[in-house]
């Protein structure tokens, strides 16, 4: 099983400033990587996927990039709705999807 | 898109059976995979399994095969998960999910439930 460890697993940061979610694969899993962001009491919203693809409706401040075992989620101005856990997921092999831990994301 | 309603919460005993529903607004989940994950309290997602409506497949992580079913029907749209003998650790919120954001190799979950909390308690 790819096993995803997602690190800080706890980030705070102050509104305008740019936040930065590192996500690695303990094995490659070459662009087949999705963010995901969780609310308290809400399910998990599609960020990006592909690795870099943003889902739709999704503002441009939140980017993705990497390949292979390390991957970063970059949110750029950040938001108090931005406050939330993000979650990084991989599919490498079928039907073996895993999730990392989350980041919690704390706006100051 | 289609909107994903899931049944209510539940309360159950050990050792009993939980059968969670999950409804397509609209009465179809077209060619969708439905899929089912959970996440226990403070915890990250974990997948359990997944069914093609159209024709009846289903496919079961591991760690679930033997004590979870995935059936769907396309009548009503809807999709069910009904997990057996369960523990006091199977206490999560359970979620179904459509994969319809692909690329040319992997669909992701891009529409999901409301969730429904699952608590197992004697």
């Known amino acids: 099983e790819v096993v995803m460890t997602q690190f800080p697993a706890t980030l705070s940061v102050s509104p305008g400033e740019r936040a930065t979610l590192s996500c690695r694969a303990s094995q490659s899993i070459a662009s087949n990587l999705a963010w995901y962001q969780q609310r308290p009491g809400q399910a998990p919203r599609l960020l990006i996927y592909?690795?870099?693809t943003r889902a739709t409706g999704v503002p441009a401040r939140f980017s993705g990039s990497g390949s292979g075992t390390d991957f970063t989620l970059t949110i750029s101005g950040l938001q108090a709705e931005d406050s939330a856990i993000y979650y990084c997921q991989q599919y490498n092999y079928w039907l073996r999807y895993t999730f990392g831990q989350g980041t919690k994301l704390e706006i100051k | 898109q289609v909107q994903l309603v899931q049944s209510g919460a539940e309360a159950k005993k050990p050792g009993s059976s939980v059968k969670v529903s999950c409804k397509a607004s609209g009465g179809t989940f077209s060619n969708n995979k439905v899929h089912w994950l959970r996440q226990a309290p403070g915890q990250g997602l974990e997948w359990m399994g997944r069914?093609?409506?159209?024709?009846?497949?289903?496919h079961y992580a591991p760690k679930f095969e033997g004590r979870v079913i995935i059936t769907a029907d396309k009548s009503t749209g809807t999709a069910y998960m009904e997990l057996s003998s369960l523990r006091s650790d199977d206490s999560a919120v359970y979620f179904c999910s459509t994969t319809t954001v692909c690329t040319s190799t992997v669909c992701y979950f891009d529409n999901w439930g409301q969730g429904t909390l699952v608590t197992v308690t004697s």
């Open positions: 592909g690795a870099s």
């Open positions: 069914i093609i409506p159209i024709l009846g497949i289903d």
